[in-house]
């Protein structure tokens, strides 16, 4: 294939661990004899810093004529003590998801043997996990109609059939190519957006015989994923609540600093680490490139191609195994790596697979 990327460093770590991204990208495609190549933009407050827009329209541009999109992180502690500031890079985050129709997020929960020691959860309940969490990206509260005076505020959590039908359909299909069981994620008791979820979703179920589909309340399902994690397959939910569950679902595995997601929908694909942009880490070289490092995995698997994938999964498991670490993750007895130093080791690695 020929690669076209657009490369979005971003704020924090975002260069750092892009950098070992493009690098583990570039070692993968020499190796399996595709051409590619990088184009760079800004989006978040380093593109308030350039320009005054956390997505600025030459972005959205080189987003729109690229194959894939590398994403790395926004966020930067100058405007998080602001919040009536006009302009904030989260909002890069949310036009790029808008503009780019990003309307499904597909996030991974995926236990490393390696780490488990490191999960706030006991061994023997995550040992088996191993799910997906897709979570709708551009609809519900975060972009339906707000409103705010000093006494009363309220922001609407609106859903049409067309929105609720094509992120279901994502579900099915990966529950499909998984093990065809799909867990509807609602709160039907009490919202009407939900009941119209589950109405949709009961509708859809007779299309995929093949899939058992059920229902479950979004505090129940807060409290399944931390007691028997394992119980779930694929999860599709509306996007506040996708947006708090994937969170809980980051720590089960033992490290933020290893998960990947994609985001894929309308037009280009974006792929992303689900951890932010650590402004504190920001050029100490201490940053665990992993999830950036898996998000090109999953950028490769996009395309079908799964041995590239594999190639990259393999790498970061020898690496894990061979205490090839980040500090968070270095166990005793063993010296911390730090990021540039982790990128060489996979990339020696993978020339070497
Ligand atoms: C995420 C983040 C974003 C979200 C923020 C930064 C706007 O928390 O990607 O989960 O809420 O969607
Ligand atoms: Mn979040």
Redesign the pocket.
């Known amino acids: 294939m020929d690669f076209k990327i657009a490369v979005l460093p971003g704020d924090g770590i975002g260069p750092e661990i892009s950098k070992v991204g493009v690098d583990v990208m570039t070692a993968v495609c020499n190796k399996k004899g595709h051409s590619v190549s990088y184009t760079y933009a800004p989006v978040g407050a380093s593109a308030i810093d350039e320009c005054g827009d956390p997505f600025p329209e030459t972005t959205f541009k080189i987003c729109m004529d690229a194959d894939a999109v590398l994403f790395s992180a926004i ?1 930067d502690p100058k405007y998080d003590n602001n919040p009536t500031a006009k302009v904030r890079p ?1 909002q890069g ?2 036009a790029m998801r808008k503009r780019l129709g990003l309307f499904a997020n597909i996030r991974p929960v995926q236990i490393f043997p390696a780490l488990i020691h490191k999960s706030p959860l006991k061994a023997e309940i995550i040992k088996d996990a191993d799910f997906i969490c897709i979570r709708e990206l551009t609809g519900g509260m ?1 972009f339906g109609e707000k409103y705010q005076d000093d006494d009363r505020a309220y922001d609407t959590n609106a859903y049409t059939r067309e929105e609720i039908e094509r992120i279901l359909r994502v579900a099915f299909e990966y529950a499909r190519r998984r093990r065809n069981h799909l867990t509807v994620v609602d709160k039907a008791n009490v919202l009407a957006s939900s009941r119209l979820w589950r109405k949709i979703a009961k509708e859809m179920e007779p299309q995929y015989p093949d899939v058992t589909t059920d229902y479950m309340f979004v505090d129940n399902a807060a409290m399944k994923m931390i007691t028997e994690p394992s119980f779930f397959d694929v999860m599709v939910t509306e996007n506040t609540f996708g ?1 708090i569950l ?2 809980e679902g980051s720590v089960i595995s033992g490290s933020m600093g290893l998960l990947p997601s994609a985001s894929t929908g309308e037009h280009t694909p974006v792929f992303e680490p689900i951890h ?1 942009s650590w402004p504190q880490a920001k050029g100490l070289n201490i940053a665990n490139p992993m999830a950036q490092v898996l998000s090109v995995a999953m950028l490769f698997e996009y395309f079908n191609l799964k041995e590239e994938g594999a190639i990259i999964r393999r790498a970061v498991d020898d690496a894990l195994a061979a205490f090839v670490r980040t500090p968070e993750i270095q166990v005793e007895g063993h010296t911390a790596y730090g990021t540039k130093e982790i990128g060489e080791w996979l990339v020696n690695r993978i020339n070497e697979l």
Do not use: N
Request: hydrophobic share 20%; charged share 35%.
């Open positions: 966020g989260e985050l949310l975060y947006d994937t969170d932010g």
